[in-house]
């Protein structure tokens, strides 16, 4: 069993930076990869963000270069620090663990285990 709480959601401005946090518990996590997904009202789920076992990562393409996944294993985190922020990136963000293929690091029905979400708006 892993278990998943997010943090760091809030009330940004565009151009604005927020960073996440997955703080992770249960045996064995650190050999699980995690990913941050994110919903917004009327929209399908999409996958951001992925980072295995082994730090290999993985972004969606409207988020390259502006966001940025890191797992620190001594304090049981993912972070995802996300800059210029747009008002096209409000929406829950949650994040998962699963065990994926390295190939195919963001395939969600590998992801097991889910948090309940955060809320990330950007308005000015």
């Known amino acids: 069993q892993v278990q998943l709480v997010e943090s760091g959601g809030g009330l940004v401005q565009p151009g604005g930076s927020l960073r996440l946090s997955c703080a992770v518990s249960g045996d064995t996590w650190e050999y699980y990869a995690i990913a941050w997904v994110r919903q917004a009202p009327g929209k399908e789920r999409e996958e951001v963000s992925c980072?295995?076992?082994?730090?290999?990562?993985y972004y969606t393409g409207s988020v390259k270069g502006r966001f940025t996944i890191s797992r620190d294993n001594a304090k049981n985190t993912v972070y995802l620090q996300m800059n210029s922020l747009t008002p096209e990136d409000p929406a829950v963000y949650s994040c998962?663990?699963?065990?994926?293929?390295?190939?195919?690091?963001?395939?969600?029905?590998?992801?097991?285990?889910w948090g309940q979400g955060t809320q990330v708006t950007v308005s000015s």
């Open positions: 998962a663990a699963g065990r994926p293929t390295v190939q195919a690091m963001c395939a969600m029905t590998k992801y097991d285990y």
């Open positions: 980072i295995s076992s082994t730090d290999n990562t």
